[in-house]
């Protein structure tokens, strides 16, 4: 009895987010000037609060005899148990015309799930804690922290029926009064089959 998971709190099918662990943003390379040809350099990530250095990486962008961009990753993981284990691989980024005028470039995902390659075309890569290549979110089953949070003024609506009577017999064109009745059906689907 008792432990973790034990309780409703915890949740085992939460989806861990972009936030949890490293990211390359494109568009930020690109601001930096470090995608031309053959460009050399390191990325680093600190800590905000300690300033202290928590990950870097090695990188090389070269260009292919098809003019088309390749950006190569090099660095050392780390795993629970000690062992380290050293990584080199390639991405292959991918650019488009906008109708402004300009070049804007895109990574191309390296991963291959269930089998198969992705090869989607983003504007940003992760590695997740644990995870050992960089990857689009959609590979690792990523989500946005904000789309984890629940909507406040509706669990109020939820957890005070006075408020929510109250609010769904004012103004129908109200705010709270659309609000109101999102709980209130949201409460109805929530008890169907209990009373």
Aim: hydrophobic residues 30%; positive net charge; contains cysteine.
């Amino acid at each position: 009895m008792g432990g973790p998971g034990s309780g409703s709190w915890y949740r085992w099918n939460k989806k861990g987010t972009v936030a949890d662990g490293l990211s390359l943003d494109i568009n930020q390379l690109v601001r930096l000037g470090l995608v031309r040809d053959y460009s050399v350099g390191s990325l680093r990530w600190t800590n905000t609060l300690t300033k202290e250095e928590t990950a870097s990486i090695g990188f090389m962008v070269e260009t292919l005899r098809d003019d088309s961009l390749t950006m190569h990753l090099f660095y050392t993981r780390t795993e629970r148990n000690g062992y380290k284990e050293n990584l080199n691989y390639s991405i292959e980024l991918q650019a488009t015309k906008p109708n402004y005028g300009g070049w804007r470039y895109w990574f191309t995902c390296p991963l291959t799930v269930n089998g198969r390659p992705c090869r989607r075309r983003v504007g940003k890569l992760y590695l997740p804690p644990g995870g050992k290549y960089f990857g689009c979110r959609h590979c690792y089953n990523l989500t946005y922290e904000s789309s984890q949070q629940s909507d406040k003024r509706i669990s109020f609506y939820l957890n005070n029926p006075a408020a929510l009577k109250a609010a769904m017999e004012g103004n129908p064109l109200s705010t709270d009064a659309f609000l109101a009745i999102r709980a209130y059906l949201r409460l109805m689907r929530r008890n169907r089959g209990k009373i």
